[in-house]
């Protein structure tokens, strides 16, 4: 009870006991009468405060876009704002005191009455979200506690987050648009530079072969005139050989005994005899000399020539051992090359491409054999397709390096030795021709490569 | 001897590769005549009359091969002119064989009896 009724009640009392004494007098009822006017300027004025602080709660809580609501622990509404009106579908003065459970939808009255409950027992806030006709709804509930601290009311905040969701939401798909595009970058990038490493790579291969077409011209002239010569002088040796004969002959027929033995004593001291013998061997080691500086050059110069790269049937085996012989000084000293070469039908290819392949295996064979061991080379073909096996007693490649090897840069070749490009080049040119490349290796035993390359293929030229 | 000395010209921009070639024929009764550019070689045939063979380098500085035997052929057609190159590509063949109207393309290094056959047969034609 407040003060103001107390002190009406009072005044009442004085009025009743006026009545049974009017000796009071006319005094007591203007006192009455004007205590009345005070009361009610208090009232009043008592009014229009409550009016004011209600006012000022209710402009707290009219906030747009967030309902807030005052309820007692069983859901019955004791405020509302315009916004927890809306949310409810109902005008304030009807939802006033009603149970706020009987306007939800029974999931989420459900759920709300959980939580209710929940802060009752904790008397700890909580809050939950919750999706609804696609709307994006978050609930804070507060505990209000009494004095002795027992929840008594429960306060209801709710915010519709929907269009905040969907703008998180649009942020996420932005980013994550930006997240492909920018891995697509960074794949487009290291394809590039791949492609640009290959380009380089294969620049470099043009740049050699031109090299070597020019180097040859260059070699075979002086190998020309050399081979020549050395003919030449044979024969000028076997004119002279034929003359000395003849002089000494002679000599011996009609020379003068002290002039004989003197020439027999100069004969020795220059080893004439030995020298005559010597001469034509010498003429023949020079002569196998030159002959091989000849093939190499024909093998550098069928390896490398630029424009012989054209599409056109080829023997695989002829490739294998051109390669072979070009390989042949990094593999002679320690590996035992067994051929197996089979027989195989002409197949439409890129020869050089398929020489490059070659070698680039062969040299990788040879670099994992350290000491000494074998590289066996077995060609043979069935019904599609024609078939190339190198197998190598190397050191194998391990397990974990096995799936990586035909990426670009990837090598386990020391500094300065692999380009870590070898094997990827291959796998290009074989997937040029269709074909296909196998690995089998195991570590300390060694490595096979098997290369198929379909007999006919569809070239985009 | 019966007929007149056959007349050869080689032409080279190697010096060894000239004599080498000048030994070859030694036993060859042959009058071998060299020059070290086609531009030499242009006016060795002029200075000489009746060369009959010319063996001429293909590659060579200022004018190359094809180029000086296509003066010849056009100057002196009756010549049999042959090409030998170390730089025997397809499109230094057909260039050869067209615009110098060659007798033989012959590829460094030569075979000395090789060349001799082809020469004598030539010669002989």
Not at chain 1, 146 to 152: E, H, P, S, W
Not at chain 1, 414 to 422: D, I, N, R, Y
Not at chain 2, 26 to 46: P, R
Not at chain 2, 99 to 107: N, T
């Amino acid at each position: 009870m407040n003060s103001s009724k107390i002190k009406r009640d009072k005044a009442m009392q004085n009025l009743v006991a006026d009545d049974h004494d009017s000796a009071v007098g006319e005094n007591t009822i203007d006192q009455l009468l004007s205590q009345k006017d005070d009361l009610l300027k208090e009232l009043e004025k008592k009014t229009a405060e409550i009016r004011q602080s209600e006012q000022i709660i209710l402009g707290l809580l009219d906030i747009p876009h967030e309902s807030a609501m005052l309820v007692n622990t069983k859901g019955r509404i004791l405020a509302i704002n315009t916004a927890g009106a809306q949310m409810l579908g109902r005008g304030r003065d009807v939802l006033f005191q009603q149970n706020l459970f009987d306007f939800l939808p029974e999931a989420i009255s459900d759920r709300s009455r959980e939580k209710f409950s929940e802060v009752v027992s904790t008397r700890k806030d909580v809050s939950f979200m919750e999706d609804q006709n696609g709307s994006s709804l978050v609930h804070h509930v507060y505990p209000v506690k009494d004095d002795a601290g027992i929840v008594t009311q429960i306060a209801l905040y709710t915010r519709d987050v929907t269009e905040r969701k969907k703008a998180e939401e649009r942020l996420r798909e932005t980013q994550k648009k930006l997240e492909t595009m920018n891995m697509e970058l960074i794949t487009a990038y290291s394809e590039l530079k791949s492609t640009q490493s290959k380009m380089l790579q294969s620049e470099k291969m043009a740049s050699i072969g031109q090299l070597a077409a020019g180097v040859a011209h260059e070699i075979n002239n002086p190998v020309g005139f050399v081979t020549s010569n050395l003919g030449t002088l044979r024969k000028y040796i076997d004119k002279i050989m034929e003359y000395h004969s003849f002089v000494t002959g002679s000599l011996s027929e009609f020379g003068a005994t002290g002039v004989l033995e003197k020439i027999e004593a100069e004969r020795k001291r220059y080893k004439i005899d030995y020298i005559m013998e010597d001469m034509g061997e010498l003429i023949e080691e020079s002569l196998e000399g030159t002959a091989r500086v000849k093939k190499i050059v024909r093998d550098l110069k069928s390896f490398s020539r630029v424009d012989e790269d054209e599409y056109k049937a080829a023997d695989i085996n002829e490739c294998v051992e051109s390669t072979l012989n070009i390989v042949w000084n990094e593999l002679k000293y320690k590996v035992e090359v067994h051929k197996e070469l089979g027989d195989i039908p002409l197949i439409r290819c890129y020869p050089q491409q398929l020489n490059q392949v070659f070698m680039n295996l062969l040299v990788n064979a040879g670099q994992a054999i350290e000491n000494h061991g074998e590289i066996t080379i077995r060609t043979w073909c069935d019904d599609t397709s024609v078939k190339i096996r190198i197998a190598d007693t190397g050191c194998g490649i391990s397990k974990d390096k096995i799936s990586r090897i035909f990426e670009p840069f990837f090598t386990t070749k020391e500094v300065g030795k692999g380009t870590g490009l070898g094997l990827s080049i291959v796998y290009d040119i074989i997937k040029k021709h269709q074909g296909d490349i196998d690995v089998q290796s195991q570590e300390g035993k060694g490595t096979t490569f098997e290369v198929s390359i379909p007999a006919v293929q569809e070239i985009d030229e | 001897m019966s007929r007149e000395t056959i007349r050869i010209l080689c032409v080279d921009d190697e010096p060894n590769v000239l004599k080498s070639l000048k030994r070859i024929f030694l036993d060859e009764e042959y009058e071998i005549f060299t020059a070290v550019s086609g531009e030499e070689g242009l006016e060795i045939l002029h200075e000489h009359d009746a060369i009959q063979l010319i063996i001429s380098d293909y590659r060579m500085p200022g004018m190359d091969g094809v180029a000086f035997l296509k003066k010849v052929y056009e100057r002196w057609p009756d010549t049999i002119r042959i090409v030998l190159s170390g730089y025997a590509d397809t499109a230094s063949v057909v260039d050869a064989i067209n615009e110098g109207h060659i007798y033989k393309f012959i590829s460094k290094p030569w075979n000395d009896n090789e060349l001799r056959v082809n020469v004598c047969n030539a010669i002989e034609r």
